[in-house]
């Protein structure tokens, strides 16, 4: 994003709309790489470089702040597309998705032919679910067959849908440039990597993975990062490169190797650097409570998201799950029973189904709380999400030994049938709450059956 500020200023000679990008390449200025050193200097030069902070820990009234900044900006100019867009990135912060998706629509307005602009329109757009709509941007921008950020996020969004991006031959062609620095090129490789990976020729993807990390940028370190784990001998440690924010990256190293507490730090980073992105929320909080048994912790990570995705279904069964886990089920169950009756997915549906199911255990009701976890199991089956369904059979499990359930040779059947089909990930994961149990009789039957 840094870099689409900068590359707007010096296209349209105002260097005024780099500024927020020179604000935080200087407050990370050791972590920056020479590159985008070279375009902060470019735009501004050295005599006009201020010091602010960037701040992660950004709370509401920090959030409402930058509300009020852009709209001052307006005031200014109202026909300024980088201010509509901070404006919407702001909006998005506090869960104003409506406004924010209006100020984003008047910034492509007022500047469709700017890579920023482009680009954060159809990024703001896949987080409202809207893929379709963000794809259809990028096809239709201008930039699409000359500039290697708009091909990049093209080929990205087309594998999200499951199509051939229309200019994957031109992208391929463009990506071989040698007069092209490797920075600009390397989320293009980051995309055409996952591309050749997915159609099963490893050997180019490894080719393009390699490419992309000459010289990364956030975005393109975490991509690696995450596929490389895919490969036999390619490991990427994201301290080896200086790239600032790469907390994404970071995030997925350290669940590579089951560093627990700095992954949930990262996540929580990463979800401030992005607000409007529920990954790092869902990936820091189910650590924090399966890992780290941190209840607590998992459920103020879950209400961090819940600002920018207020209706968000996951999240809010989520933050029931670790309600109910605190003992806390009246206000569980309010949450749950607000979900009844809304449109969801199967595989949502699978774990409401199951949380409600943990509320009445919980509650002394035995009997329907097993039915539940019973039933959200057979949702997930149906649904072909082989992964809910063993998570919904462990937790089935470890209720039933340690609160004495009815039929518990039954649940330790059902638990074992799913064993077979589970991950390694989500055995070690079953294993980890155990491990966390007092009861030490109910410990070892269930780490029998694992």
Known sequence: MAVDLLNSAVALGRPELGWPAVEVINAHEDFASAELIQMRDQVLGKEHIVHPTFELNAGELTKRDAIRDARNHLRVNHRNPIAWIDLARAYTAVGSCEKALHCAEKALLLDSDSRF?????ARLLIELKDTERAYSILRKSRLREVD?????????IAGLLGKTPASVKKSRVLASSQQISPFHLSELHAALGQLEHESGAGKNARKHFAQALRSPTENSLAHVEFISHSFENFRVNPTDFSVPFAFEA??????EHED?????????KWQ???PYGTRPVNLGSNVASNRLNNHALAYSITQEGLIASPGDAVLLNNSAYFLALQGKTTEADEIISALSGKSLSEATKACVTATKGLILIRNGDLLAGRQCYIEAISIATNAGKVRLAFRAASNLFIE?????LPDKNESAHLFESLFAQASEADIAEH?????????SQAKNRLNSLA
């Not at 602009?117 to 329109?121: A, M, P, T």
């Not at 627990?260 to 990262?266: C, E, G, I, Q």
């Not at 294993?431 to 009861?439: A, N």
């Open 250 to 255: 970071s995030a997925w190293d350290c669940k």
């Open 148 to 156: 290697p950020w708009i091909m990049a996020a093209e080929t990205s």
């Open 400 to 404: 039933s030994e340690t609160r004495n």
């Open 260 to 268: 627990w507490s700095n992954l949930v730090d990262y996540c929580r």
């Open 272 to 274: 401030r650097f992005e």
């Open 117 to 121: 602009i482009v680009r954060s329109v």
């Open 431 to 439: 294993k980890s709450k155990v491990g966390h149990l007092k009861d």
